[in-house]
């Protein structure tokens, strides 16, 4: 490994052993040490989280930027019997490093391996799983308050991000804490970026008092104007100035909402953070510490570029290069070409997307179209609304946004879209199963509590060429529309210009068998096809989640003894169900197997190793198959696999 910079020192720092990282097993271990010793750890600590990262790939520069913020709370805080709450946890790797893991980090996001985020289940050091952004103020909140109900004596911490502070749910969990007046510290880790490029007033509020030009402006001139000023006079002007840095300074939004606000000090400074927790550890009620840090910190790469290294795949740390995936264009890309030729060729078009403008791939929607480009940070129920809003006017917003995020917009979905029946299309990325990062941000429900809302149209591509068909379709329809698709690559079918739309709710039959009809939604087909070359079955892609393609499945019906859905969803509410809704409703007897995620959380690993425990591989399918076959009175197709 190359050398690194000792942020303490501005040494560079060869690779090697880590005599006193191994010391530290767990929290008490670091307890332990001397406060001289505190630089030196953080040191080690800094370069084997490259090291590990850069084998297993994940989380790099958030945590990077958190080591001696998450080094002085272990060592002033009694963990776990205090609670110390990350947001996010994107920043959570050094935690786990210094709370018993550090043996197990080359397992990091692997199949039956660490999570990639703090988890409940891993360590009694997690104390709240995260994976969403916004939620540790409201949690701490609620064991705070437990805790005095219990009569029990112990610290709560919450770790939030700015980025994350802007979001509704931060703000409304300060209001409540400020209200209650409960015993909790809330650090503020502010490093100007979480994910992409924090926006909005707040942030850009703290960014300018944080540079201390305009503060400094101010002060030196009013002292200046000041100094010819009769005595008295000058004394008032000088009250008057103490409240004008009142209400420009950042503490005075937190002071107002019952915080106690410390700050801004160096998060890298351990000497002054471990001093200043401590004693903030002997305060009571609702308490803030500002702390300011580099993410990226001791890594060149990763401070140089930040957003590049915040989610990394395997790299060199000798020069931050990473392993380039293989495969062709992702859907993402595949979205991001669409919008910006939807854009050129329609002017009332406008992308929408909450705070994951490279992760949704609008960087060059962004670059082209500025004007018509809206981050509105970490606020998905924002973004929705603000949709609406935009669409009552006539234009014609796409909002692009995870399928795990539109989660936290269901409302919005329901009441401020679908209810008003407004024109806005959805591009929802990262449906299904999602690999490393693993139950907290896969796609696993949006077929289900999307396809239950009025007025929505649902569509699920097969390929690249049809997630961009699917695009055009959603937003030439006249209502609210989604398109759904996977992370990752396609199959490789290419994207054919000019881009036309699809049939509004009409399916195809992509290979005619006998006895088994295959009924694949979206990501399947692919599997779906080679299953059907072991049983010579039929395959139909069905293309359309809502409206349903009735009559090519009355079709499928009456000339195939058994109809089998397949799906990256839970099975439950999904496509299936949709299928055996329709059949109920029209009293057709065909039986009906419905293949899809289970009734429980998958756990991270690769999406193949994800497909292949819910049996949605090509193996699982075929033997699920077989055994309906082996019940039917026939006799069942033997596997050629």
Not at 99 to 113: A, P, V
Not at 270 to 292: D, F, I, Q
Request: proline share 5%; net charge negative.
């Amino acid at each position: 490994m190359s050398e690194i910079e000792n942020p303490q020192t501005g040494d560079a720092v060869p690779s090697g052993g880590y005599g006193l990282l191994e010391q530290v097993d767990l929290p008490a271990d670091l307890r332990r040490l001397e406060p001289s010793q505190l630089p030196q750890l953080a040191t080690e600590l800094r370069r084997f989280l490259i090291e590990t990262v850069s084998q297993t790939g994940g989380h790099l520069a958030a945590g990077l930027g958190v080591v001696e913020l998450t080094i002085a709370l272990h060592y002033v805080f009694d963990t776990p019997v205090d609670r110390l709450i990350w947001d996010v946890g994107h920043q959570a790797y050094p935690h786990k490093i210094l709370t018993g893991r550090r043996e197990r980090m080359h397992t990091l996001r692997q199949k039956g391996g660490l999570s990639g985020f703090p988890n409940r289940t891993e360590s009694e050091y997690d104390v709240f799983g995260t994976g969403h952004s916004s939620t540790s103020i409201g949690a701490a909140l609620g064991m705070a308050v437990a805790a005095k109900q219990r009569g029990e004596s112990r610290k709560i911490v919450a770790v939030i991000g700015d980025s994350a502070m802007q979001a509704g749910m931060a703000f409304e969990a300060l209001n409540h804490a400020g209200a209650l007046d409960q015993d909790l510290l809330v650090v503020l880790n502010d490093n100007d970026m979480s994910i992409s490029k924090p926006v909005g007033a707040f942030s850009n509020h703290l960014a300018r008092l944080l540079s201390g030009n305009f503060y400094t402006r101010v002060r030196e001139g009013g002292k200046s104007a000041l100094s010819h000023l009769p005595p008295q006079l000058g004394e008032l002007m000088g009250k008057w100035e103490e409240h004008m840095k009142g209400m420009v300074m950042p503490g005075t939004l937190f002071e107002e909402m019952g915080f106690n606000y410390i700050g801004p000090i160096d998060g890298h400074d351990l000497e002054t953070l471990a001093k200043t927790l401590r004693n903030m550890r002997k305060m009571s009620g609702p308490r803030l510490l500002h702390v300011v840090t580099q993410k990226g910190r001791g890594f060149k790469p990763a401070e140089q570029d930040p957003c590049f290294y915040h989610g990394v795949t395997p790299f060199n740390p000798a020069t931050g290069v990473m392993q380039k995936k293989g495969g062709g264009p992702t859907y993402t890309q595949v979205f991001g070409d669409w919008l910006c030729h939807a854009a050129a060729e329609d002017k009332k078009l406008v992308a929408i997307t909450p705070a994951m403008c490279e992760g949704s791939g609008l960087v060059d929607f962004s670059q082209q179209f500025p004007k018509r480009y809206f981050d509105v940070g970490i606020a998905e129920q924002h973004a929705l609304t603000f949709a609406a809003g935009l669409a009552c006017e006539g234009v014609k917003p796409v909002v692009a946004i995870y399928s795990s995020f539109l989660q936290r917009a269901y409302d919005q979905l329901l009441h401020d879209i679908a209810l008003q029946n407004l024109d806005v299309t959805f591009a929802v990325d990262r449906a299904g199963q999602v690999g490393a990062d693993g139950a907290t941000h896969a796609g696993s429900l949006d077929l289900s509590f999307v396809r239950v809302v009025p007025n929505m149209v649902v569509m699920a591509p097969a390929d690249e060429d049809e997630c961009s068909r699917m695009l055009q379709t959603a937003y030439e329809y006249v209502g609210p529309a989604m398109v759904r698709y996977p992370r990752g690559s396609g199959p490789g079918v290419a994207v054919t210009r000019p881009i036309y739309p699809m049939p509004l709710g009409k399916g195809e039959i992509r290979r005619d068998g006998q006895r088994v009809a295959l009924l694949a939604f979206g990501s399947l087909l692919a599997p779906a096809l080679e299953v059907a070359e072991s049983l010579d079955a039929t395959v139909a892609n069905m293309r359309f989640v809502k409206p349903l393609d009735e009559a090519l499945i009355l079709d499928l019906a009456s000339r195939h003894e058994i109809l089998v859905t397949l799906e990256e969803n839970l099975v439950q509410g999904g496509a299936g169900s949709a299928v055996n809704e329709y059949l109920a409703r029209v009293g057709h007897q065909v039986r009906v197997m419905n293949l899809g995620l289970p009734d429980r959380y998958i756990h991270h690993a690769s999406h193949q190793e994800q497909l292949s425990e819910c049996g949605l591989d090509v193996a699982g399918i075929l033997a699920s198959v077989n055994q309906a076959l082996q019940e039917n009175p026939l006799k069942a197709v033997k596997s050629s696999a």
